[in-house]
């Protein structure tokens, strides 16, 4: 039976272009997506931006400009950015326009209803524009916005209101057993912790007016619009057209063997409560995984453009290039907390592990193949050398990838790097190719090296993909080959060619 998996960012507000945390989702679920790949026999990637928002036409006002203009605008830098970061997802799903999107909240809505759990109700309480959020006092720093350090406004209106308390026990039974499974285990016992503590129903709906008529129509009630994170939460299921009999709803989510929400932390409780509850009500089935990271700091403080410290993933591209700030992303940064990514930082983990590590390791064996071998892999033993390295580090890049941890696997891939590299220099190709006594001690290590640094390219794929490509290439291998059992498998006799510095040294920044 085909196995097939869906993976989703979360989808970002789009009321400003976006920031180096946006990237770092980006790159993080399309590396996660990549991996999924080798393990299943496909994979949904699924991105977006979440344009219903007030703050959206909050911004548009500030700009002078329609919400529509606006969000069309900023949604098209955030596929940008994901085109430059060399991110391929699926689908990128807008709010606003999709057709898919605008069926299914308002299908999903209907069937939540039809199950007795929507009723209206006067409500009042602390919003955050910023969040988009109620908050009670006691989750409040100071009287501020513990995410945005802003005082909310205090509201009153009708709204309509989900039964969220209903769901506690449900959730509970999803959360313990492990049919839901969230990454990492504290952030599990977090959301245990607050659902065991009681639900309270929740507003699921805002006045039109105070939408400013921006955003999804509550069926059968003009007054009111979806509140902004009801909405875009169905933007998960309703990509894969689940309203239209798209087939895709079927496959890579009724069927699939694993759904898997990638987002930042202050969001858990959307997906890791409200969401599950809201498709247990419309029966529908849930994710499998939640992956939960923290946030990219500057000087201990979260990015956000409301904050002011906003880093343009642009501006370092620019600089250091595309493949130096997605690896640094994915190289240097814990995924499951918070932690500065400076341009200090990127420059060193470029040079040290790609420039110094492994594209030397790609000239060396390339050269000293054309040199000695005339740029042909030789036949050579298949038994020792570094066959155990290789199936180590396979192993380990694996688990850690299993896990949703990507610094982890990078450094697992490094580790490879640095023995193969150590390899050459005690065996010294150089010294066994002036003694013909030695041929065949040569041959193994050019064949073992050379099948080092193919094995290198698969593990490398999904963390930059084109890199690998290049190694690949390089290597006259087809770019989608996987790293099997028999690792050194068709390498012997293999033409391969030197190329350009896969991996050029970049300048420090200026001080």
Same mark, same amino acid.
């Given at each position: 039976?085909?196995?097939?998996?869906?993976?989703?960012?979360?989808?970002?507000?789009?009321?400003?272009?976006?920031?180096?945390?946006?990237?770092?989702?980006?790159?993080?679920?399309?590396?996660?997506?990549?991996?999924?790949?080798?393990?299943?026999?496909?994979?949904?990637?699924?991105?977006?931006?979440?344009?219903?928002?007030?703050?959206?036409?909050?911004?548009?006002?500030?700009?002078?400009?329609?919400?529509?203009?606006?969000?069309?605008?900023?949604?098209?830098?955030?596929?940008?950015?994901? =085109?430059?970061?060399?991110?391929?997802?699926?689908?990128?799903?807008?709010?606003?326009?999709?057709?898919?999107? !605008?069926?299914?909240?308002?299908?999903?809505?209907?069937?939540?209803?039809?199950?007795?759990?929507?009723?209206?109700?006067?409500?009042?309480?602390?919003?955050?524009?910023?969040?988009?959020?109620?908050?009670?006092?006691?989750?409040?720093?100071?009287?501020?916005?513990?995410?945005? !350090?802003?005082?909310?406004?205090?509201?009153?209106?009708?709204?309509?209101?989900?039964?969220?308390?209903?769901?506690?026990?449900? !959730?509970?039974?999803?959360?313990?057993?492990?049919?839901?499974?969230?990454?990492?285990?504290?952030?599990?016992?977090?959301?245990?912790?607050?659902?065991?503590?009681?639900?309270?129903?929740?507003?699921?709906?805002?006045?039109?007016?105070?939408?400013?008529?921006?955003?999804?129509?509550?069926?059968?009630?003009?007054?009111?619009?979806?509140?902004?994170?009801?909405?875009?939460?169905?933007?998960?299921?309703?990509?894969?057209?689940?309203?239209?009999?798209?087939?895709?709803?079927?496959?890579?989510?009724?069927?699939?063997?694993?759904?898997?929400?990638?987002?930042?932390?202050?969001?858990?409780?959307?997906?890791?409560?409200?969401?599950?509850?809201?498709?247990?009500?419309?029966?529908?089935?849930?994710?499998?995984?939640?992956?939960?990271?923290?946030?990219?700091?500057?000087?201990?403080?979260?990015?956000?453009?409301?904050?002011?410290?906003?880093?343009?993933?642009?501006?370092?591209?620019?600089?250091?290039?595309?493949?130096?700030?997605?690896?640094?992303?994915?190289?240097?940064?814990?995924?499951?907390?918070?932690?500065?990514?400076?341009?200090?930082?990127?420059?060193?983990?470029?040079?040290?592990? !790609?420039?110094?590590?492994?594209?030397?390791?790609?000239?060396?064996?390339?050269?000293?193949?054309?040199?000695?071998?005339?740029?042909?892999?030789?036949?050579? =033993?298949?038994?020792?050398?570094?066959?155990?390295?290789?199936?180590?580090?396979?192993?380990?890049?694996?688990?850690?990838?299993?896990?949703?941890?990507?610094?982890?696997?990078?450094?697992?891939?490094?580790?490879?790097?640095?023995?193969?590299?150590?390899?050459?220099?005690?065996?010294?190709?150089?010294?066994?190719?002036?003694?013909?006594?030695?041929?065949?001690?040569?041959?193994?290590?050019?064949?073992?090296?050379?099948?080092?640094?193919?094995?290198?390219?698969?593990?490398?794929?999904?963390?930059?993909?084109?890199?690998?490509?290049?190694?690949?290439?390089?290597?006259?291998?087809?770019?989608?080959?996987?790293?099997?059992?028999?690792?050194?498998?068709?390498?012997?006799?293999?033409?391969?060619?030197?190329?350009?510095?896969?991996?050029?040294?970049?300048?420090?920044?200026?001080?």
């Amino acid at each position: 039976m085909e196995k097939t998996g869906f993976i989703s960012t979360t989808i970002p507000y789009v009321n400003a272009r976006p920031h180096l945390g946006h990237a770092l989702e980006f790159v993080e679920t399309d590396a996660y997506a990549r991996f999924m790949r080798t393990k299943l026999d496909d994979v949904f990637f699924l991105t977006g931006s979440d344009e219903n928002a007030l703050k959206n036409v909050l911004a548009a006002e500030a700009a002078g400009m329609s919400t529509a203009d606006l969000v069309a605008r900023n949604a098209l830098a955030f596929q940008d950015l994901q =085109s430059a970061l060399l991110c391929a997802p699926d689908h990128f799903v807008r709010t606003s326009v999709d057709p898919l999107h !605008l069926a299914g909240a308002t299908e999903l809505w209907r069937r939540m209803e039809a199950a007795g759990d929507l009723y209206p109700r006067a409500y009042e309480g602390l919003y955050c524009v910023g969040c988009e959020q109620f908050y009670e006092p006691a989750e409040l720093a100071d009287g501020r916005c513990p995410e945005h !350090l802003t005082e909310p406004e205090r509201v009153r209106e009708q709204n309509w209101f989900f039964r969220l308390s209903r769901y506690q026990d449900d !959730l509970l039974k999803c959360l313990e057993s492990g049919a839901l499974v969230i990454h990492p285990e504290t952030r599990r016992n977090e959301v245990i912790s607050f659902v065991r503590a009681g639900l309270q129903d929740i507003s699921v709906s805002r006045s039109a007016t105070r939408a400013r008529g921006w955003g999804i129509p509550v069926p059968g009630d003009d007054s009111q619009v979806m509140y902004v994170w009801i909405d875009a939460l169905t933007n998960y299921t309703n990509a894969l057209g689940w309203t239209a009999d798209d087939p895709r709803y079927q496959r890579f989510w009724a069927d699939a063997t694993q759904r898997v929400h990638v987002m930042g932390k202050g969001v858990i409780r959307f997906h890791a409560v409200y969401w599950p509850a809201m498709l247990l009500s419309a029966g529908l089935p849930l994710p499998t995984d939640l992956v939960v990271h923290g946030y990219i700091t500057a000087g201990g403080r979260k990015l956000g453009k409301s904050l002011g410290n906003a880093v343009d993933p642009e501006d370092l591209i620019d600089r250091y290039g595309a493949r130096a700030v997605r690896y640094a992303l994915l190289a240097t940064f814990a995924p499951f907390g918070d932690g500065d990514v400076t341009e200090e930082r990127i420059v060193a983990a470029y040079n040290t592990d !790609l420039a110094n590590g492994l594209g030397n390791l790609v000239s060396r064996v390339t050269s000293m193949i054309a040199r000695y071998r005339g740029g042909v892999v030789p036949f050579g =033993s298949v038994a020792g050398g570094l066959g155990e390295a290789v199936g180590v580090a396979a192993g380990a890049v694996d688990a850690a990838m299993t896990g949703y941890d990507h610094r982890l696997a990078v450094q697992h891939l490094n580790t490879l790097v640095g023995q193969a590299n150590a390899y050459v220099d005690e065996h010294a190709p150089w010294h066994l190719a002036k003694n013909p006594e030695d041929a065949d001690r040569l041959d193994t290590c050019l064949l073992h090296i050379a099948g080092a640094v193919r094995a290198l390219a698969a593990l490398l794929r999904p963390f930059l993909p084109d890199a690998a490509e290049e190694i690949l290439v390089a290597l006259n291998q087809p770019a989608d080959w996987r790293l099997g059992g028999d690792w050194l498998a068709g390498m012997a006799g293999t033409a391969v060619q030197k190329p350009a510095a896969i991996f050029p040294r970049i300048d420090a920044p200026a001080t």
